[in-house]
């Protein structure tokens, strides 16, 4: 079996070979401390087990059932899990989804990521003492659609309203629909809310009346379950479901509309809650043009060993910065714990707090500039900036102090008596031509050299290594989450990365054995 997987999923055979040591007995103590520190004893299946079991189905794509059937129906599975000829599975599916929520309850998802950087020191295919002394970090992020359904206000209002029923309706002994009708809300008895209020929706006017009926009838709906239950309102389930139906009117209707009377809100509320089923979820924009719903994914690769050495995850809508700031603290306890030396980003990342903290510890950062256009006019690269008398110069000698975060104005009278003035600005003729100077003008001076010479080209080409890592995540894991919630797509993430670390490993190991 060995043999034949030789050629095709060889990432069986690596595990099978290696398994005892990425699961050494210092690992598998970590492992089993998880069910010792919480006081219940001994597990019940070596956890040993169920963490490969989980690296499996990230490398096979396998489900929870999926994984469950295989330790019986694949023997590539049993190779690993050392239960060849095993005619039932060595544990139920509730085993693990409960061992998967002890490890991230325990941070250990981490752990396991770490403990592939420490098996690759162990291993042939990587020369550490040829390696630099410092790392080469590369940072990058993608896209994750959410796995929850987003939907429009309408509903959103109307199936957290209908959760609100189940929940009142398990309490009282009653059936939803009962509560619905007794409350004075028809709207929901029908199979949809959308049908249950029956408009013609191309009619902006019915529309707009919609939206105030499925109001009335979500404060009918409240008003009678508080009147029935009491202070059970203000205890989970109802409070928990009050306040979400509370938190979708405050972000998707307009408090005060004209001519009274909610309306939907014009525009995107800040922070706009997406998906009843995973709350983390938002709304982000690979562009301009292109808009996801889900989360961020964030890597730092070490480029020299192509190895990842940290992930986060973000809400889509958050900048790259909160993503760097969880990185950085990973980074920190990683077992390639050598100074960073380098870090290669792109321009998101750029004032991100991994950025700032490795530049103030000496590191050198690599990222393309920003590049305004102007048309035919003169570009900020035709002007002169002294950082240490904090001066710019224009190209007719006109010099004008400044303070990096502010925009410079230059004199209006001598732009307009300056015969380079039809070439500079087209500006009225009383305002001079103005050169926004950014906070961190000076670390962009740097990089607009860097992109201008061949060497610094070279040398920001060196980030593709990272874009690849994200490349063949994507490839692995899919565009969309499995998972609902930052925690548990942030397992997700570091479980994936593992498996690619492993990948890393088993082809540089081949490599070495070759040679």
């Not at 029908?190 to 707009?208: C, F, H, N, R, V």
Request: glycine residues 8%.
């Amino acid at each position: 079996m060995l043999d034949r997987l030789g050629k095709r999923r060889r990432q069986f055979a690596f595990l099978r070979l290696h398994r005892a040591e990425l699961f050494d007995e210092a690992f598998q103590d970590e492992l089993a401390a998880m069910y010792r520190d919480t006081g219940e004893g001994k597990m019940p299946v070596p956890p040993a087990l169920l963490c490969m079991v989980l690296l499996l189905q990230a490398y096979t794509g396998a489900s929870d059932a999926e994984a469950i059937d295989s330790m019986v129906d694949d023997r590539r599975w049993q190779l690993v899990l050392g239960m060849l000829g095993s005619k039932k599975p060595a544990f139920a599916q509730g085993t693990l989804q409960s061992f998967r929520e002890r490890l991230i309850r325990h941070d250990m998802d981490l752990r396991l990521l770490e403990r592939t950087v420490e098996l690759a020191k162990k291993t042939k295919g990587f020369d550490w003492k040829k390696l630099p002394k410092s790392l080469r970090i590369g940072v990058d992020s993608r896209p994750l659609e959410g796995a929850g359904r987003v939907e429009d206000t309408f509903n959103l209002l109307g199936r957290a309203t209908a959760k609100l029923l189940s929940a009142a309706a398990m309490m009282l002994g009653r059936r939803a629909e009962e509560i619905a009708a007794c409350a004075g809300a028809p709207v929901f008895l029908a199979s949809s809310i959308k049908t249950g209020l029956d408009i013609d929706w191309t009619d902006p006017e019915q529309k707009a009346d919609a939206i105030g009926e499925l109001v009335r009838q979500i404060d009918a709906i409240e008003a009678w379950i508080r009147a029935q239950v009491g202070e059970a309102a203000e205890e989970p389930p109802l409070k928990d479901l009050l306040e979400l139906i509370a938190q979708l009117r405050e972000q998707d209707l307009d408090p005060e509309p004209p001519g009274g009377g909610p309306r939907i809100r014009e525009g995107v509320a800040k922070d706009r809650r997406v998906s009843i089923e995973d709350p983390d979820m938002r709304h982000g924009r690979k562009s301009k043009s292109k808009r996801f719903n889900g989360y961020k994914q964030h890597i730092a690769a070490d480029l020299d060993t192509e190895l990842i050495l940290a992930c986060a995850v973000t809400p889509a809508n958050r900048p790259e910065g909160e993503g760097a700031a969880d990185l950085k603290e990973d980074l920190a306890r990683s077992p390639r714990h050598e100074a960073i030396g380098e870090v290669f980003v792109d321009r998101a990342y750029v004032n991100s707090e991994i950025v700032e903290a490795s530049a103030e510890n000496g590191a050198k950062v690599y990222c393309k500039p920003w590049n305004g256009t102007n048309g035919d006019l003169f570009k900020k690269a035709d002007f002169k900036l002294n950082f240490r008398l904090r001066t710019v110069t224009c190209p007719a000698g006109q010099t004008q102090r400044f303070r990096p975060g502010e925009v410079v104005e230059f004199d209006p009278a001598i732009c307009n008596a300056c015969p380079l003035r039809s070439r500079c600005t087209k500006a009225s003729n009383d305002a001079g031509r103005t050169i926004s100077i950014a906070a961190d003008e000076q670390r962009q001076q740097r990089f607009r050299k860097l992109v201008g010479t061949t060497k610094g080209r070279e040398a920001l080409r060196k980030r593709v290594g990272v874009e690849h890592r994200l490349a063949h995540l994507a490839s692995k894991q899919g565009p969309r989450a499995r998972y609902r919630g930052l925690r548990n797509n942030l397992f997700d993430l570091r479980r994936h990365a593992t498996v690619l670390n492993l990948e890393v490993i088993q082809r540089r190991s081949d490599m070495a054995n070759a040679a």
